[in-house]
């Protein structure tokens, strides 16, 4: 245990060092799996104002999940649909919170209860 702490705190006063190296790689950073990133060469022509969409007319939302565009009135992308956690959050937009009724929340306590008296009174009649 100390050589795990002596471990870390070599480490620890290590790091700066290790994180302004030159000779270290940029950590690999995710794709989107949505849309391929831009790059500079394959840009398509601008036009004279870049600002203005494309199709002024079009009304388009973004996917809850990821920030994906979606047409007007949905909420998820095709993919974030086909998630099964996903789903499960939308199951959760339309159900209700069903009341317990007093004897199922506490079912298990009655019982314990009951079969404790019982063990008391046979434990007294067998005196």
Not at 17 to 42: C, N, Y
Not at 101 to 127: D, E, K, M, N, P
């Amino acid at each position: 245990m100390v050589n795990t702490a002596l471990d870390h705190l070599q480490a620890a006063e290590q790091a700066e060092s290790r994180i302004l190296e030159p000779g270290l790689e940029k950590p690999f950073e995710p794709a989107l799996w949505h849309a391929p990133q831009p790059t500079p060469s394959a840009s398509p022509p601008t036009a004279s104002n870049p600002e203005t969409p494309l199709l002024p007319d079009a009304k388009v939302q973004l996917c809850q999940s990821c920030g994906f565009p979606v047409s007007l009135g949905r909420t998820l992308c095709l993919d974030c649909e086909k998630l099964p956690a996903s789903s499960a959050a939308i199951r959760e937009l339309f159900t209700t919170d069903e009341q317990e009724s007093w004897i199922s929340a506490h079912g298990y306590t009655v019982a314990s209860l009951l079969v404790t008296a019982l063990a008391v009174a046979v434990i007294l009649w067998l005196r």
